[in-house]
């Protein structure tokens, strides 16, 4: 079985091709960051006319890539949800159109999870349970997976998602969008001098709150001289506050459940700063830890073929041609895979 991929939840055009036998055999990507930077953030509107321009050339590269052509490809998974709804209506629309021409099923595919399974494309052996810490620019979530496919959220953010906190962060400080990738590159030679809280460590229960991180780092921000070395500063306490805070409640998350394997997924576990200080607790913890390759961190349609191979190898499909996007689809209403 041999699945096309296609991923348009937001900002980013992916496509992959997953394969029974040979696993990922190919993916494209087309990334519309330094279109929306001058604009401070995603602007919905450009991103779906972007993903109306992209798809067609980067699914033509990625069955070219592969040495596929139509009639090898079984099925077709899209992104269904969450996210903006023009960009997830483009892709479901290109998906669908596909699967009628072709005869071969669609499947909608919850972004999510499809992060959450990336670690499967390299380590193809990862069997539940296992404890899941979803990290991107719109969610945050630790979740209980005792089966693939049924999702138990332990705890999520309150307000701002990490990946939202670090862009946001990143803005104050006029270091551009996306936010993660700068502020780990300027901490690097920043020094801890400031005390930042570590929010919501003092109560119990799992769930996180990042926006009174953002409301800190501004008022430190204007008190400092604003030097390279101030905001360098400000970068590494900002990154250590969000790290030690995900840590501990991964900690507690681990305790609770007694799980001894972690997933780490979404755009914020590209960060080697929170790898590393997440790989470190695990060892303390006994616990074995799986992050994707750094390619498939942020979003892609690797993870959307994959998804769609695992469900759909299952006699999984679309059960009509509408076009039925979901930009809220709590990952809770999934079925097992
Ligand atoms: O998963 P993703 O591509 O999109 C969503 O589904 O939200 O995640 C994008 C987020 C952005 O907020 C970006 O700043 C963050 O992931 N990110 C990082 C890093 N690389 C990307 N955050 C921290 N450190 C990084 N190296
Ligand atoms: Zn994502």
Request: charged share 20%; hydrophobic share 40%.
């Amino acid at each position: 079985m041999r699945i096309l991929g296609i991923e348009t939840s937001c900002d980013d055009t992916g496509i992959g091709i997953y394969d029974n036998d040979l696993g990922l055999i190919a993916h494209t990507l087309h990334s519309q960051i330094d279109m929306h930077a001058e604009h401070g953030g995603t602007v919905p509107e450009l991103a779906s006319r972007e993903h109306v321009i992209r798809i067609k050339p980067l699914i033509e590269k990625a069955l070219h890539d592969s040495n596929s052509h139509w009639q090898d490809i079984d099925g077709i998974a899209y992104t269904r949800g969450p996210g903006l709804a023009g960009s997830l209506l483009t892709g479901a629309t290109v998906a669908k159109s596909l699967a009628f021409s072709l005869g071969i099923p669609a499947l909608g595919i919850h972004h999510l999870e499809g992060h959450l399974l990336a670690p499967l494309l390299e380590q193809k052996d990862i069997q539940p349970p296992f404890l899941a810490l979803l990290v991107s620019g719109g969610h945050t979530m630790i979740i209980s997976v005792e089966k693939l496919g049924t999702y138990k959220i332990l705890g999520e953010t309150l307000d701002d998602a990490a990946g939202e906190a670090f862009d946001k962060t990143a803005r104050l400080l006029n270091l551009g969008f996306p936010g993660g990738p700068a502020i780990e590159k300027i901490a690097q030679g920043g020094e801890s001098v400031y005390k930042f809280p570590r929010p919501m460590c003092d109560r119990p229960g799992l769930d996180f709150s990042f926006s009174g991180l953002k409301t800190f780092t501004r008022n430190t921000f204007n008190k400092s001289q604003k030097s390279e070395q101030d905001i360098a500063n400000i970068a590494r306490c900002f990154q250590d506050a969000v790290s030690d805070t995900i840590v501990y409640k991964l900690k507690r998350a681990l305790k609770q459940t007694s799980h001894k394997q972690l997933i780490v997924a979404g755009g914020v576990s590209a960060n080697k700063f929170i790898r590393n200080n997440i790989n470190e607790m695990c060892k303390q913890m006994d616990t074995k830890a799986f992050f994707p390759n750094l390619n498939f961190c942020t979003d892609n349609g690797a993870m959307i073929a994959l998804a769609g191979f695992m469900r759909m190898i299952k006699g999984q499909k679309d059960s009509s041609l509408s076009i039925d996007i979901k930009p809220r689809w709590p990952i809770h209403e999934l079925s097992e895979i």
